[in-house]
């Protein structure tokens, strides 16, 4: 499980997530959605420590910090491999194969063996479809490749959240299907995920919970089919209505 308590998150004087109190549950998909610059991506990167909330208290499984006093490095480091994030932009080493970016994050950080984790990170490749792909350059894939690996590689921190920010905005549509299958592909193993899109038939499709945010606060917390039925929220409705053009 990974919770917020009451977490504030400010740059300097703008306060970009407003008290905010929420629970992902362990095995469950959670889709975020929101307008842009309501603070979908900020919240994911509170939950990975990429940005460091003003107050609040942030609780992983057995793991609990309180923002409101300074985190030790231990405490830091623990909860930073306690979850895995896919960026927009894949972020992969470019001057690394496949495979190599795929083990390089279990044997710097998590001192794996190699003989340990290469048949890992063969099997992670495999299920993603691109073990062919193994001893590639990034910039020999597609962006849909490049995404793919990108999730074999946080699957191989063996994070107990994965966190996805807008995992296929940064694709041309006949490659975005391949990501969203691999996606709920994971959905289905009942990975622990956290996703935010603007893609509201797969979030339709693979969220257990979505999440609402506009201008940093919580709008709507609850099941996926309560969301799309809704029929009382004007805030809800503007929005799906919004990214649909009938
Ligand atoms: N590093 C930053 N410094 C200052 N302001 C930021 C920074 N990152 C995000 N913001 C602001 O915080 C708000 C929320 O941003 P963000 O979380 O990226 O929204 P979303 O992902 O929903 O589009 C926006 O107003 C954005 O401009
Ligand atoms: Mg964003």
Known sequence: MVAFKEMNK?????????NINVQFEKGATTVILGPSGSGKSTLLRCSNLLEIPQTGILEIDTLKVDFSKKLNQKEKLLIRQSTAMVFQSFNLFPHKTVIENVVEGPITVL???????????????DKVGLLQ????????????????????RALAMEPKFLLFDEPTSALDPELEGEVLKVLKGLAEEDKSMIIVTHNLN???????????????????????????????NERILSFIRSMQFI
């Open 10 to 18: 400010y740059f300097n004087e703008h306060h970009v997530l407003k």
């Open 111 to 125: 001192k794996k063996g190699k003989n340990k984790i290469y048949p890992i990170a063969e099997k992670l490749l």
């Open 133 to 152: 792909k193994k001893d590639s350059f990034p910039s020999q894939l597609s962006g849909g490749q490049q995404q793919r690996v990108a999730i074999a």
């Open 202 to 232: 797969f979030a339709r499709v693979v969220a257990d919970r979505i999440l609402f945010l506009e201008n940093g606060e919580i709008v709507f917390n609850g099941n996926t089919d309560q969301f799309f039925n809704n029929t009382e």
